[in-house]
């Protein structure tokens, strides 16, 4: 199997080698003269590579070049020590896409940065048994799929799927886990320790609810043993620029976001997928400075932008705990409409829609959610629903747009609310329109 592998690999490294580099134009982070980084690291996840030299093999060489180019802009520290690829790193768990993948990140990446890549029991290896974890070792040149790194004095811990059959995790990694966090924080507790898993904690970031479903709680009594643990996660492709998708309780949490697509949960409905979803990529810049604080850099890679951008405290410290569910939701402002909001209804084939302006955030945070209430002159209701703009990317639209469906001749009174992640509603804008 070796010599099979590494001649698949080297066949693929051959391909990259001959393709021309992308430019790339990412804008540097806002400047903040108190943060000089002393370490930074990338952390992407659910890249869901297929073969060689695909969509997702070009978006992981992307993600690491505008990573690079970040560096590179900054008049500090110019350096990307790691990465962070936290699962469902191929698509179906075979050979060829475990080669492919690391080829594309060969393609990219410099000595001075140490790639950390985790397997998912999803797509890693959900189907294909142990051989993903095999070829994962192989190709990466370790003994190991659980791993724990030192990057520049701080600790970094990665945990893939169990070589157990029926389990995604299982109880040797448990004890090995206890072991490696006791030596992390047995060499500095002052700091942060870094940990990467594919699935959410259950219960923390967005996504990670028992209805939403894409959690694990296996590891979580250990980690709420930890203050100093700062999690990772993917496996829901929940957007990384909403609030929720940064958590603080006991630990910090972090969701990732995917460079594969965007999905959502509103309301009831589940695995929501919108308009243009698999053009929605997102990954985390994460740089840290010598007092151990934490600034995280949200990358739309499609657009070329960041997205959202957070300070934390040295998590280390459970005094600094700025993004509890609590705290968030009591900094969440009603949005707000422009007092000259423009607001058209059209009938084209029978079918009326709704044409408004979008609101302004009134916090940073972005407009979550539209509900949109129509109703005709006797006050019957005739239409009631809600709109999920593009808040997951770095441009949202100026106008958005709602389809009423077949209404009758008569007059009509829309009335339109925004309203924040933790539904905070905006003062509403009304109009009145006759079909």
Known sequence: MLKSIISVFMTIVTFFSSLAAADINVSAPAETSDFVPVLRFMVASDTHVATAGDRQCKRIQKALKMSYAIAEADGNYKKLDGVIFAGDTTDDGLQSSFCAFKAAVDSVIKPETQVMPLLAQAHD?????????DYFKLLHGVDATDNHYVINGYHFITMSRAYVDGVRYADYQ?????AELDKAVADDPTKPVFFAQHEHVDNTVYGSSDFEGWDDEFFKDIFMQYPQLVHFSGHSHYPLNDPRSLWQGEFTAIGTGSLYYVELTVEDVRTMHPDGYRDEVQYWVVEVDADSRVRLIGIDLVEEKILVEYILDNPADPANRDYTPEKQEARSTAPVFAKDAKVEAKTSFGI???????AKSADGAPVYLYRINVVDEDGTEVYNDWLLPKYYSATVDATNTVKLGVIGKGDYTATITAETVYGVKSVAITHTFTK
């Open 125 to 133: 290896g959900g189907t294909y048994d142990y051989k993903s974890l």
């Open 174 to 178: 448990r004890e090995w886990l206890k």
């Open 352 to 358: 009326t829609s709704l044409t408004f302006d979008s």
